[in-house]
């Protein structure tokens, strides 16, 4: 872990963590509520989509989506269905997008749903790629977005916004009317995309008028088989009318600029059964919530905005490294989650084209002050698509639940009987289980932001039902700190063999000519192990031996050697376990035909019979599971820079070479100063909250002013290609061809600009960059571990280093040669 991400460490001479016996009893798993909420799907649906009160169900068949928030109002629409490819593959299955009045209605009456505003076409993209979508149609949004996304003109009429005022309805419904007809026909019963609809955003004491909104949206033909409101905050939500969804973020720009971690926060790395989280939104609220919230035992826990990273504010900036997202997203569904939804999971970039600025801003009396144009979010897809590691970890839980979904989402929450004691108790283990009994998952998080958690030794479970005991790993381990995982219980793994429990997280369950192959990921510090019927012959690296009963299986080496071949009941399964770094490579791609796994550094998209990847690496790696001997892979591919196949256990393997002769996929650019000397602006404050306020657009006449030449022979029109910057100062502009195209506040990364958004000047492409230095006084919060860079910079600004990183695009082609 880079040192800038490390967590604070415990004190010195902290005592060694023995855990006693970890123990937990199953108790009775009572039937859900049905029949009580009034959404589902109608007859004749070719998949009925319905809810009671502990899941979703798909065809009859429980089903756990997993969604990806992605503005495609902030992003180009050229771009759309090359990043709804990187979203299916890190294992999104639904999208979700707030439909933001402003951006379509800012003029009353001059509604717009073209361009990148034309939801009726991205909608159809998803479809086409197999995708849900969720549409946020508001009418009030938040998202950081001017008012909320009401137009100016709303918030000036002669009405009371977000209540039954009839005037603010005849408001409302030509809008609804319209976004019906953009949505006509998309209704997942219909045979469309749209499985559910989300009314109106952090609206806690109005429950008659959310039940107005459902009510108005459906009168003017908007359909889907769900309809849902956020319940956080205590909300008031119109009993049985909508699905309450939750969230949980890591870190807070809304918080305060003062140090350290935001308290509400430490909530989401423990495993609770309580969903509510009073923090979102709370610098919006006038007083705490006073309410009860929604009735938890009526409703599934569906979620709807995890973190997938954090925005940055002018006055708090915080860092977000991954295994703060994915230790969020897992513990949300060890304690009983039903429906993973992550916001964002896409970044984007603030409108540019409106008459008015559509960031959330001071001069429209909100808290806090956003960027003009960027909303990266920090997200596992960057502004301009950028993979980060956050993707890659979240990416192997989607893979257990694509693998386990269908029976996860039918298992309630269970505790153990020793719990943490509250929010900073930092030494009890956390763990629980989702079981109906029989089966199960057992979860455990060792992992929170910025507090070290403690390495467990002596470890070992011991969970009860009325059916069975499982007592696991048979052997004591250490649960090091940082480690989050999941372990199956009573898991079936092909050919009537079923594993009493191992201490490995299920990838995926696949099929090879017809002999099951079951895909394990290694557990952080924990030596794989596997407990099977006793008599178990087992073949191949791994030890056995007998154990309470039980065959327990060692696979000492994780990674992609031979596989460990187990005799079932009716046939042979092969046991494949992965290292923990491999693990965050993995990916089930379709390949000839059939869903194969495939270990690469970058996702791998698959389109229309097509492979493609986008990298910077001058050489890349892709092992494809083929069981295949070195003679006969069985599988072809071909494309730019593709070596020939060489074999590695089970996998054939192929190099992709990328860089080319000249300078390869990093070059260095020159910066020209203009002008070195900088005016740091005066130390303001505004917002409700009388918070820092951003420098303003006259500040900049002031700044250091630094130019880089991108000339066209530089430039590869079929690449992505990124100009990243190392910046000293506290915000930074970049202008080209006379207009604001990226910002920046400084947070510790390097700043990235995306250089399609960089219109042509001449020979080639021209940023104008302005920094600005930060106001002595101003109170701004940036992370402890990049603090003392933040303060050493005070007083300068300048741009330090600049390099264009190209990003190819490599389109591969596969042919099975043999059945």
């Not at 929010?423 to 199960?440: A, E, Q, Y």
Request: hydrophobic letters at 40%; aromatic letters at 8%.
């Amino acid at each position: 872990m880079p040192a800038s991400l490390t967590p604070a460490a415990l004190p010195s001479g902290s005592p060694r963590h023995e855990s006693p016996l970890c123990t937990l009893r199953i108790g009775d798993v009572p039937a859900p509520l049905s029949g009580h909420l009034p959404m589902g799907s109608g007859e004749g649906a070719a998949t009925p989509i319905t809810a009671d009160s502990r899941k979703l169900s798909r065809a009859g068949v429980p089903w756990l989506p997993v969604t990806g928030e992605f503005h495609f109002s902030r992003y180009p629409a050229a771009e759309w269905r090359e990043e709804l490819l990187k979203i299916r593959a890190g294992g999104i299955d639904t999208v979700a997008a707030y439909l933001f009045w402003n951006q379509h209605e800012e003029e009353r009456g001059a509604l717009c749903f073209e361009g990148d505003l034309d939801v009726r076409r991205f909608f159809g993209l998803c479809a086409e790629l197999g995708l849900y979508v969720v549409p946020r149609i508001g009418p009030w949004a938040h998202g950081e977005c001017r008012n909320g996304g009401f137009p100016d003109w709303v918030l000036e009429a002669d009405c009371t916004p977000r209540t039954d005022d009839p005037a603010y309805l005849a408001l409302v419904e030509p809008y609804f009317a319209r976004l019906a007809h953009e949505l006509r026909g998309l209704s997942h019963d219909m045979g469309g995309p749209v499985v559910a609809v989300q009314i109106e955003n952090e609206l806690y004491d109005q429950p008659g008028h959310l039940s107005t909104l459902r009510s108005l949206a459906e009168r003017a033909g908007i359909r889907a088989p769900l309809w849902t409101a956020t319940g956080w905050g205590a909300a008031d939500i119109p009993a049985d009318v909508l699905l309450p969804l939750y969230g949980g973020y890591p870190e807070a720009f809304w918080e305060d600029a003062h140090d350290g971690w935001a308290r509400d926060m430490r909530r989401h790395y423990f495993f609770t059964p309580i969903r509510d989280d009073h923090a979102i939104g709370a610098d919006l609220r006038s007083s705490a919530p006073a309410g009860s919230g929604p009735d938890d035992r009526r409703y599934p826990y569906a979620t709807c905005e995890l973190g997938g990273g954090m925005a940055v504010a002018y006055h708090r900036r915080p860092l977000i490294p991954a295994a703060d997202v994915s230790a969020l997203a897992l513990a949300k569904l060890g304690s009983g989650s039903v429906w993973q939804g992550y916001y964002l999971y896409h970044g984007c970039s603030q409108r540019l084209g409106q008459a008015l600025p559509n960031q959330e801003s001071h001069d429209t009396g909100y808290p806090n002050d956003l960027p003009a144009v960027s909303y990266d979010f920090q997200a596992p897809l960057g502004e301009y698509g950028q993979v980060r590691p956050s993707f890659h970890a979240l990416r192997l839980q989607h893979l257990l639940i694509r693998d386990s979904g269908t029976a996860i989402a039918d298992m309630p929450l269970h505790l153990p009987e020793r719990r943490p004691e509250g929010l900073d108790d930092r030494h009890t283990l956390r763990w629980s289980v989702r079981s109906d009994g029989r089966t199960g998952f057992l979860f455990v998080n060792n992992h929170q932001p910025h507090e070290t958690l403690p390495d467990h030794h002596g470890v070992r479970f011991r969970i009860e039902s009325e059916d069975r005991t499982w007592t696991l790993p048979e052997a004591a381990v250490t649960v090091p700190t940082g480690a989050h995982f999941v372990w199956p219980l009573g898991y079936a793994v092909g050919a009537g063999l079923v594993l009493d429990w191992a201490t490995a997280q299920p990838v995926a369950r696949l099929d090879a000519d017809g002999v099951p192959v079951v895909v394990f990921a290694a557990t952080a510090g924990v030596t794989p192990r596997f407990a099977l019927p006793a008599g178990s012959v087992v073949t191949g690296p791994a030890h056995a031996r007998t154990d309470d009963g039980l065959t327990v299986v060692t696979v000492p080496e994780p990674g992609c050697g031979d596989l460990v071949t187990i005799d079932g009941p009716r046939g042979p399964v092969h046991l494949l376990v992965l290292s923990e770094e491999q693990a965050l490579t993995a990916q089930v791609v379709p390949v000839g035909g059939v869903d194969r796994l495939v270990l690469c550094e970058e996702p791998v998209l698959a389109d229309a019979g097509e492979l493609r990847v986008h990298t910077s690496r001058p050489e890349l790696d892709i092992a494809v599971l083929t069981l295949a001997d070195s003679a006969d892979p069985g599988l072809l591919m071909s494309g730019p820079g593709v070596g020939p196949p060489r074999t590695e256990g089970a996998f054939t393997r192929w190099n992709l070479t990328t860089a080319t002769a000249a300078g390869g996929n990093r070059r260095d650019l020159a910066v020209r100063c203009v002008r070195a000397e900088a005016v740091a602006p005066p130390a303001r404050t505004g917002g409700s909250r009388r918070r820092a306020s951003a420098p303003r657009d006259e500040d900049f006449d002031d700044a250091a002013v630094y130019r880089i030449d991108i000339p066209d022979d530089l430039v590869d029109a079929a690449a992505e290609q990124l100009v990243r910057l190392s910046c000293t100062g506290d915000v930074a502009r970049a202008y080209a061809a006379g207009r604001l195209v990226a910002d920046h506040f400084w947070y510790g990364p390097e700043w990235e600009i995306g250089l399609r958004r960089v219109p042509r000047d001449g020979a080639g492409r021209r940023l104008e960059i302005r920094v600005l230095p930060a106001p002595q006084d101003a109170e701004v919060h940036v992370d402890d571990s990049v603090r003392a860079d933040y303060e050493a910079g005070r007083g300068h600004a300048r741009v330090d280093r600049a390099e264009l990183l190209t990003v190819h695009r490599i389109s591969l082609t596969t042919a099975v040669t043999r059945g």
